[in-house]
């Protein structure tokens, strides 16, 4: 039984001008020990599913799915109280923007505590060796000194690792990280992206990594999910999406990534995400895409071998190894 099942997971919500539908049937499947990376540019509703998942979407949203179980329990069906014991815990995810996600009134050993407090009961300050703990396991130094440290007294990096010490601090079964590296430096970036694998690595959770940097994919998952407009186009390994796109949006995704420039100056899409004003009728990239024909522009795509394209591009010869992934 697979760790996480999603099928056809819809998310919509109430605007003054209608309906929008920000994830369209989209499906996941995770087992433990897995690393699946979500790309796609902003407003491709990456984030709004996973959030759908934790529960955390507004009242104005509206959430339908054929099946979304975790462990083997059903998360449709549950209660607030049986989803909150499982939310944080079993499932937890670090949210973009480190230095806005924690609570600028509380300081680090509170904020902490608080997570351990909450599901396994007794006293916040019992659990300070266990914060103690975190915070060396996610690598910041003399960890005593920074206890009664405040958010706004913490760099971006240093916030972003209090945030990973307080997701991982229940050794969840499942990690959401959703822009992990946002607002860090590169060399902040390539450290939070290591600890990420190690963590994932030493518990053997499962990890959904939320991304724009198709670098970072390559480097970190097993299997990748390219979404474009709240829809999965394409869902695929590693190192046959990156040697073999099939969908034209991923394909232009990679032609755009500078170790991928044929010429001087970098491929771009043209246009924009569509929204809930401008869909197009039929396949809803058909207006950026090059290879876009009369029935692109007529009739939604229906998926065909994990790809939700009229005509996805053919297949070259195989790869056996990770060698062609250059990046």
């Not at 920000?22 to 996973?50: F, R, T, W």
């Not at 179980?69 to 923007?97: C, H, V």
């Not at 916040?124 to 396991?137: D, G």
């Not at 692109?296 to 795509?301: H, K, T």
Request: aromatic share 4%.
């Amino acid at each position: 039984m697979a760790l996480l099942e999603i099928t056809n997971l819809t998310v919509e919500f109430a605007t003054a001008h209608g309906s929008l539908r920000a994830v369209d049937q989209v499906s996941l499947s995770l087992d433990a020990g897995d690393i699946v990376a979500i790309v796609g540019e902003s407003g491709s509703g990456k984030s709004v599913a996973m959030l759908a998942l934790m529960g955390l979407l507004p009242w104005t949203a509206t959430i339908t799915a054929d099946r979304m179980s975790f462990d083997g329990k059903d998360l449709l069906t549950m209660n607030p109280k049986q989803r909150r014991a499982i939310i944080g815990k079993d499932i937890s995810m670090i949210f973009q923007e480190p230095m806005t996600s924690l609570n600028p009134c509380f300081n680090v050993e509170y904020q902490i505590s608080e997570v351990l407090a909450q599901h396994f009961g007794g006293k916040r300050r019992s659990y300070k060796p266990r914060v103690i703990e975190l915070l060396k396991k996610v690598g910041i130094p003399a960890p005593e000194t920074r206890l009664k440290a405040y958010p706004h007294q913490l760099s971006g990096g240093m916030s972003q690792r209090v945030m990973i010490a307080m997701m991982i601090a229940c050794e969840p079964k499942l990690l959401i990280a959703d822009e992990p590296t946002t607002a860090l430096d590169v060399t902040i970036q390539a450290q939070i992206l290591e600890l990420l694998v190690e963590l994932q690595k030493a518990n053997g959770m499962a990890l959904v990594l939320i991304t724009h940097d198709m670098a970072v994919v390559a480097e970190t998952a097993d299997r990748v999910v390219v979404q474009y407009a709240g829809q999965q186009v394409e869902q695929r390994s590693v190192i046959e999406l990156f040697n073999n796109p099939r969908h034209p949006y991923t394909e232009a995704l990679l032609s755009a990534l500078p170790e991928y420039a044929k010429e001087k100056t970098l491929n771009a899409i043209p246009g924009v995400v569509p929204g809930q004003l401008d869909r197009p009728v039929g396949c809803l990239f058909n207006p950026r895409c090059e290879y876009a024909q009369d029935l692109c522009r007529q009739q939604p795509p229906q998926k065909s071998e994990g790809v939700l394209c009229h005509y996805p591009l053919p297949l070259k010869v195989a790869s056996n190894s990770h060698s062609e992934v250059t990046l």
